[in-house]
């Protein structure tokens, strides 16, 4: 990048290369600087370097000018106020100028205009709002709730991120996603499993090498019979599940770390919904609503308060393309990440880390379609893209043996000049020092390339990529494994580790790890956070009830341990009881017979001579099998008796009895009926009887 330094070192004018699938969409010559410690960019919107200086430097007097005029205006501010302006900044000047391609004569113009002015005028109070720290926290206390100190609020976002990174563990853990690898050359499928020590397993696998001759140029044109193959590897892998994680090419996707002034999630949030965000921080070729675009904050610097943001973007046609193609499948597409990225999760799950992990590793996709180094800089990676045109790609398939063509040693030779291009750039900037290359390549000749690639940078080792080193493989499965080349499967290995994110699990271990492209994707995380939480919510009850009886059990033990001391004297205690059973039978038998007298001596309600003599020859009168229930004495001469008897001939004995009384003039029946009652020794039939009796007068 060739950079040209005016006004004392002060103004930066580059070129700025803006590719898209490999292709270069744009040349233009770009003006940067710094204000107050701030950066200002800006295209010039020319590829002719004396029409772009013109234009750069005008732009750069301006912004000097504003500058000096702020300052003149408040000559004899305090630096507290000075602090207190830039926290609050006019609208009307943007703190980062980016225009994506102005006409020459109308730059200012452009830049000035409403619509811009009002979402750079919001992002820039943003990017100026300095937020104090609280021992090294990036909230401000403006942020806390009424009532509530900073040390509460602290510890109310630890406890929920502690509680939410527990349950999205859990979230994550319980996902059955299948791994589905789609490349010009084959189909490839894998889902994986965790043994007890969390170590991985190839459950299954199955992959279908694409007919060539049916396959066009660009092979999202065919979708019928890719889709066909999915299917069929699916089968053979004995998949069942549906939900799938796929990728899209490094050369479909738009991938940045970008440096951003410090902001809350909100207010990233507001600045994205604006677009003010990514017009201002990243310039795409189209317009955003072209984009599926992913972001995701991976580092925080509230010390120089700024934060880095990843930056993944792709076409929309592109995304639509692949999903279309598993859905017509028969499959459910819940992930769409990019090649590179399931390359680095496929390596961060290999010994090969671990035995490095005082260093940044390297990864190199070498082949037909993609072609690019990645390095893994503090487990972010940074992706440098190597061009071949199509007749040197030619000319590496020509490589057959150990015995290079001069066509493809050439070409190997400003391959491997790229490579070393990117290594170097990076060891300048970081003062890290690279070693090895891990190599992903599905061509055949690969054992053939590495030897030429060696030659070129004798200082770097080369190896071929074996994602296999920490996971366990089935019998069944090592049949379908290239004992030679491994790497091939990387990919689709990378995207059977991915789990569907819902509850942000990976934003406390990797923003790498939680990259999803499809335009949907909230929905779906929606949709299974209300699946989880459901079936959450079930466990929890069958928890607590399990609970409950665990409970009612331990106390049963305890009661019929209990009981069981309290049953040993229970015969002697039934004796006793018995005893005075019979005692109490007797007493209330006899209770109830003083009863009864009490109850008829009650319904005499005269004091005389007669009616004593009256009820005396009555009492007499009655047999044995005849009971009394009531009787009635109108106080003159009449008598009414109601009562029970075993038998017609006891009722017929009583009217007897009566009337030999020298007291009864007459006794009659008045009515009789049968009654049934019910005793200890069964159901009993009674009769009945009312009798009337006339006394003879006095």
């Not at 950079?3 to 004392?8: F, W």
């Not at 750069?60 to 602090?83: I, M, R, Y």
């Not at 509680?163 to 979230?171: A, D, E, G, I, T």
């Not at 880095?308 to 769409?336: C, Q, R, W």
């Amino acid at each position: 990048m060739e950079t040209i330094h005016k006004k004392d070192g002060r103004l930066h004018i580059y070129v700025r290369q803006d590719k898209y699938k490999g292709e270069l969409k744009s040349h233009n010559w770009v003006g940067r600087t710094y204000i107050n410690g701030k950066q200002k960019v800006i295209s010039s919107g020319t590829t002719n370097l004396e029409e772009a200086i013109p234009i750069l430097e005008k732009w750069f007097d301006e912004l000097q000018l504003q500058k000096t005029d702020n300052v003149e205006e408040n000559p004899t501010n305090p630096p507290e106020n000075q602090a207190q302006q830039t926290n609050n900044p006019p609208a009307e000047q943007p703190a980062k100028e980016v225009v994506e391609k102005p006409s020459a004569p109308k730059v200012d113009e452009d830049i000035q205009s409403t619509k811009k002015n009002v979402a750079m005028g919001m992002l820039d109070k943003l990017k100026n709002l300095k937020l104090p720290n609280l021992k090294g926290s990036k909230n401000s206390s403006d942020n806390n709730q009424p009532g509530q100190t900073p040390q509460k609020n602290k510890a109310k976002e630890l406890f929920q991120k502690f509680f939410q990174s527990k349950v999205s563990k859990m979230s994550v853990a319980g996902e059955e996603i299948a791994g589905l690898d789609i490349t010009k050359e084959a189909i490839r499928v894998a889902q994986v499993s965790q043994d007890k020590e969390e170590n991985w397993i190839l459950d299954k696998f199955s992959y279908r090498l694409l007919d060539q001759e049916k396959m066009a140029e660009n092979f999202l044109d065919n979708k019928d019979y890719v889709a066909e193959e999915i299917e069929l590897a699916m089968s053979n892998a004995k998949i069942t599940s549906k939900n799938i994680a796929l990728s899209i090419p490094v050369t479909s996707a738009i991938i940045r770390v970008v440096t951003s002034p410090l902001m809350t999630d909100d207010e990233l949030q507001k600045a994205i919904e604006t677009d003010s965000l990514w017009e201002n921080l990243v310039q795409l070729t189209d317009n955003l609503s072209d984009y599926s675009i992913f972001h995701q904050i991976i580092n925080r610097n509230s010390k120089n308060n700024t934060m880095e943001i990843l930056f993944v973007a792709s076409k929309l046609s592109d995304v639509n393309a692949y999903a279309s193609i598993t859905k017509k499948a028969g499959l459910n597409p819940v992930i769409m990440d990019v090649r590179c990225f399931t390359l680095k999760n496929a390596h961060d799950n290999t010994k090969f880390k671990s035995i490095n992990k005082n260093e940044n590793s390297v990864i190199l996709e070498l082949g037909l379609e993609e072609n690019y180094v990645m390095i893994i800089h503090n487990n972010i990676p940074i992706i440098t893209d190597i061009f071949l045109r199509p007749q040197e790609k030619q000319h590496i398939l020509d490589v057959v043996n150990e015995q290079i063509p001069t066509e493809a040693e050439a070409v190997i030779r400003r391959y491997a000049m790229q490579i070393k291009q990117a290594i170097t750039d990076y060891e300048a900037k970081y003062d890290n020092k690279i070693t090895s290359i891990q190599v992903v390549s599905s061509l055949k000749n690969i054992s053939f390339l590495i030897p030429a690639f060696k030659k070129n940078l004798p200082t770097t080792g080369f190896f071929n990529f074996d994602p296999l080193q920490s996971v366990s493989v089935p019998s069944y499965n090592n049949e379908k494994i290239p004992n030679d080349n491994k790497s091939p499967i990387a990919s689709v290995l990378g995207l059977a580790y991915r789990k569907l994110d819902v509850f942000g699990y990976y934003k406390f271990v990797t923003a790498v790890k939680n990259i999803n492209l499809l335009p949907n994707r909230d929905a779906i995380r929606q949709q299974n956070k209300l699946k989880f939480l459901s079936g959450f919510a079930l466990k929890g009850v069958a928890g607590a009830v399990t609970g409950i009886y665990l409970l009612l059990i331990v106390f049963s033990y305890f009661q019929i341990s209990s009981n069981k001391e309290e049953l040993v004297q229970f015969d002697e205690i039934q004796m006793e009881f018995d005893k005075l059973n019979i005692q109490f039978s007797k007493l209330a038998k006899k209770r109830r017979e003083m009863q009864k007298s009490l109850d008829l001596g009650k319904m005499v309600n005269s004091n005389q001579a007669t009616s004593y003599r009256t009820l005396a020859q009555v009492t007499r009168s009655v047999p044995l099998r005849v009971n009394f229930s009531k009787i009635i004495f109108d106080g003159n001469d009449s008598l009414i008796i109601e009562g029970m008897a075993f038998s017609d001939q006891d009722i017929l004995n009583f009217i007897a009895n009566l009337n030999a009384k020298s007291l009864i003039e007459q006794a009659s029946l008045a009515t009789m009926k049968v009654e049934e009652t019910e005793t200890t020794a069964g159901s009993n039939k009674k009769k009945g009887f009312v009798i009337n009796c006339k006394l003879k007068a006095t």
